[in-house]
Structure formats: C-alpha cells, structure tokens
C-alpha cells in the first residue's frame, strides 16, 4: 500500500481512506520524500510488533530499549517528514545527515514523547500501561513514582537544551557546505516546524481530552484487524 498499489476487493472504510490520503499526499510529494515517508512507516509498524511483544508477555522494558523504540511507537519521524511536506522543501541531504540538523530531529522528537509521558501518566497508570518513561524509569530505578516524573522533566529541559545548542550551530554547517540563501531559509521553516511540533503538542495534550478521557483498555472496539493483510 505505501507503495501505491491498488486495494483489493478485501478492503474496508479504513484502508480506502488511508489509500485516499496516501494518494493526495503523493500528488505532493518528491520521490526522495516519499520513500524517506514510506520507510519511517515501515519502520514504525515493525517497532509496534515490539511493541505488542511486551505487552503479550507484561514486560516493561529497560530504559535504553524504550528510550531507542519510542520514537518509533509515537510514529515521530513520518509526522516530523510532514513538516517538509507542508513547507514543500526537501532539506538537501547533506544538510540533513548534518549533526546539528539530525541532533536537532532527535532532540525534538524526544521532547514531544517524554511531553506525552508525563502529560498521559494519570491516565496511562489507570490503564495498566507501562510504555511510558516515567513508568519505565520507576520499575528500573526502584526510585518513587514523584523521583521518576522529575527525572523524565530534567530530560525534557536536557533536550530542550540541546535542541537549541544545535539550532545554534547550523549556520556554521551552512556555511561549510556552501548553502546558498533560498535552501538556508527553507531549511530554517523545517527547523521551526520543529519547534511548532514541540510547543504544538503540549498545547494539544492539554487542551484535549485524550488524557482526561477516563477509557479504559477494551472499551472501545479496535480497528486494527483491517490495517492486517
């Protein structure tokens, strides 16, 4: 499907509208673009099964392999691909293979899901879920639960940090490559697209119900046998 084959005579109302949306978006999209897209994808299905692994078998996971998989399970990389969508600029490769550039990705996305874990804490542990850092960080560390939030919001400050230190930083990369002015402007929107992501979404997670929402696990009947060939 990412590739854009037909659907067969199997498909349901879920598949037909992804199928409708991966076509709009590709009406858009460079070729570079979308197999970077479709990769990340791709990528974030095979951490799922990661995912449901642990839950099969009620594993919390270490703090380094869930540190290494969440991005991958919060499907960071494809929405931060978006951002290039939208502003309709690819960052030039050797832009983007940058240490500042990709320290800049990595620090961002690891703000937006250590924001969604403190924010869907309360909901998270009513739900008997365990990815979620705090949860993660509490089980390893044997510290309490108050000891584990502070330590996943000094990770947040940390990262806030390094973020910027690599937006700092850029303009000398820009320099050495010789960028010229229209791909540094363009570069600069992917970059603050960044920084929308990472206000945006504590401004979303607080403004919505997603966590207040008092759901329990089982309650709502899944889609996901659909999204299964």
């Known amino acids: 499907m990412l590739r854009g084959e037909p659907l067969d005579d199997t498909a349901g109302p879920i598949l037909h509208g992804l199928a409708d949306i991966r076509d709009r978006m590709r009406m858009h999209a460079s070729t570079g673009w979308w197999e970077r897209f479709a990769a990340h994808l791709q990528d974030c299905f095979e951490t799922a099964q990661w995912e449901v692994d642990n839950r099969t078998r ?9 540190v290494e998989h969440k991005l991958n399970i919060a499907y960071v990389p494809p929405s931060f691909d978006l951002i290039e969508l939208v502003e309709q600029f690819d960052v030039p490769a050797d832009i983007r293979a940058s240490v500042p550039y990709q320290t800049m990705v990595h620090e961002a996305g690891h703000v937006v899901v250590c924001t969604n874990d403190l924010i869907g ?10 990815h979620n850092l705090v949860i993660v960080f509490w ?10 939030i502070e330590l996943v919001n000094s ?6 940090a390094g973020f910027l230190a690599a937006k700092a930083a850029i303009s000398a990369t820009f ?3 010789g960028t010229d002015y229209n791909v540094r402007r363009g570069t600069m929107r992917c ?3 960044l920084e929308h992501w990472m206000r945006g979404y504590l ?3 607080r403004e919505s119900q997603r ?3 008092p759901l329990l696990r089982g309650q709502v009947k899944g889609f996901h046998h659909e999204l299964i060939s």
């Open 191 to 193: 970059v603050a697209g």
């Open 155 to 160: 990770k947040i400050s940390m990262r806030v």
């Open 58 to 66: 009620g594993q919390i996971p270490d703090p380094d392999s869930y």
């Open 121 to 130: 804490l309360h909901r998270e542990l009513a739900q008997g879920e365990f």
């Open 211 to 213: 966590f207040s929402d």
């Open 203 to 205: 401004d979303w997670a």
């Open 139 to 148: 089980n390893a560390l044997g510290c309490s639960l108050q000891e584990a």
């Open 175 to 177: 320099d050495e490559l």
